[in-house]
């Protein structure tokens, strides 16, 4: 490449000298009489290396010097000067004059001159071309960096999404958005726990607190309703001066894992848990005994009768609990046999019947005529919806309101199915717990439950090919509709084995 150079001077004869002199020493040499005119050719031109006489009329070299280097720093500038300008030369060194040459002009010192001009444009032009080829590679490394940890983060097998200080989604992987959406914009306790507020020790803000990992396991809700058991494991994103922006959460789905831990681990709690209970209903077993015996010995016909009812209330009772152990710790088949919907309607009447009248709970049936029959384990059937029965008079108890407490069972028959609605006015129940009723050892009762009830209820309903929809607000009591085919079908009893 040629190089270039602009020579200021208005002395034509020294101007056409140097040029003559400088073209042939291979430089393109462009000409300016005075500053205003080396102004106009070097914005245009914006050569690399101006050479340019002090004493000059108009600008003179020194105001052209700090104009030059006011708009284009790297321009170099050789200023040629007088015997007599030698301090003025000087003073042109503080303006980031590149050197000075005095006349008459020598030839090798000018030479010299030129040469060290455009040594240090060369060098300039490599350090530049070396600070962007390494701001390249800079660049592609991390292109690639970045594009390896998207696909690392897209396809992680776990449920990943990050969030800012308030909680607020920003960015999900493939596998949320499958199951969850597109939350971003929405809170993480709104997307997938449907609550109106954080959750209790929120691990997300804990992490935003203390900068630490922390790990808690919770259940949460898809889109499709599905629920899962995932490990929640929490780590802080700063920026580059330290501060947490955001704090990433991974949520590994171990539903699978906690079922099979379950099926080893909770015979000791259902042990425990429901001998608790066995012992309560012997007493009152005990109780019903001692009435009939003290009856029997006074002959009082009603205090024998009074104790009869309460043993036959607690055998049932003791035969239920006993049921609900066997199913959950054997892979019990169904029996299935053809049974009147009627009768067996009836049965569950009779059976829940005496509770709400000892607890003043006004019992209504509506039975559709002729329901005709369907194909079920009458004991497993029965047992399931007992379960939701008395789950509704337990829900009727705990209403403080002034309504008086009712329960209606409704049994009809609709396309292959046959229904049994059973509706309360009880406490009703949130979104949260709506969605974990049925999740093993779950209890909205506190002591009061062993959350195995309603779990087995929906086991025994799904084994039967039939599903349980719930309908329930705070206050404003709970629908639950069991849905049983009425035949046998296909893929029955698939679902939970």
Do not use: W
Not at 188 to 202: F, I, N, T
Not at 209 to 230: F, I, L, M, P
Not at 400 to 427: C, H, M, T, W, Y
Not at 479 to 494: C, I, Q
């Amino acid at each position: 490449m040629q190089k270039r150079l602009l020579l200021v001077d208005d002395e034509q004869d020294i101007r056409e000298i140097l040029s003559l002199y400088m073209t042939d020493m291979g430089y393109e040499v462009l000409t300016a009489g005075d500053g205003v005119e080396a102004m106009k050719v070097f914005r245009k031109e914006v050569p690399p290396l101006v050479v340019a006489d002090i004493r000059m009329p108009g600008i003179d070299g020194i105001e052209l010097l700090r104009q030059i280097k006011g708009e284009h720093p790297d321009t170099e500038v050789i200023m040629i000067t007088g015997h007599g300008d030698l301090n003025v030369a000087i003073r042109s060194l503080k303006y980031d004059a590149t050197d000075f040459i005095t006349k008459p002009i020598n030839h090798d010192i000018l030479d010299a001159a030129l040469k060290r001009a455009y040594e240090k444009i060369s060098m300039r032009e490599q350090i530049r071309s070396h600070n962007e080829n390494i701001h390249q590679l800079v660049q592609d490394e991390l292109r690639v960096t970045r594009h390896k940890y998207h696909q690392l983060f897209e396809a992680a097998p776990c449920y990943i999404s990050v969030q800012d200080s308030d909680l607020r989604i920003t960015e999900t992987n493939r596998l949320f958005k499958a199951h969850f959406g597109d939350a971003a914009g929405l809170c993480c306790y709104k997307a997938y726990k449907h609550r109106a507020s954080p959750c209790e020790s929120c691990p997300v803000l804990r992490t935003f607190e203390d900068g630490a990992s922390h790990q808690v396991e919770t259940v949460v809700t898809s889109q499709a309703g599905e629920q899962y058991h995932v490990l929640i494991t929490t780590a802080p994103i700063r920026d580059a001066a330290g501060t947490i922006t955001h704090v990433m959460e991974m949520s590994t789905d171990i539903t699978r894992i906690r079922e099979l831990q379950d099926r080893l681990t909770s015979l000791g709690l259902l042990i425990g848990s429901v001998s608790h209970g066995l012992k309560g209903l012997l007493t009152g077993l005990d109780g019903g005994m001692y009435l009939m015996k003290s009856g029997i010995g006074k002959g009082k016909t009603d205090q024998i009768e009074e104790g009869l009812d309460i043993v036959r209330q607690m055998g049932g009772r003791i035969r239920k609990q006993v049921l609900d152990i066997l199913y959950y710790a054997k892979d019990r088949g169904l029996e299935r046999m053809r049974t009147d919907v009627a009768e067996f309607a009836g049965t569950l009447v009779a059976t829940v019947l005496p509770k709400a009248e000892a607890h003043r709970i006004r019992f209504i049936r509506d039975i559709c005529a002729d329901p005709g029959e369907f194909d079920v384990d009458p004991g497993v059937a029965s047992s399931a919806l007992v379960n939701i029965l008395e789950n509704a008079m337990d829900a009727c108890m705990e209403n403080a309101s002034e309504s008086p407490p009712q329960v209606l069972l409704k049994v009809r028959a609709e396309g292959d199915d046959i229904v049994f609605e059973i509706r309360d006015n009880g406490i009703g129940m949130d979104q949260e717990t709506r969605e974990k009723i049925f999740t093993l050892f779950f209890s909205s009762k506190g002591n009061k439950g062993t959350g195995l009830g309603l779990f087995i209820a929906n086991q025994m309903v799904r084994r039967h090919g039939g599903r349980i929809d719930v309908v329930s607000e705070p206050g404003r009591g709970s629908t639950f509709t069991v849905r049983l085919p009425r035949k046998r079908g296909e893929t029955d009893g698939a679902a939970d084995r």
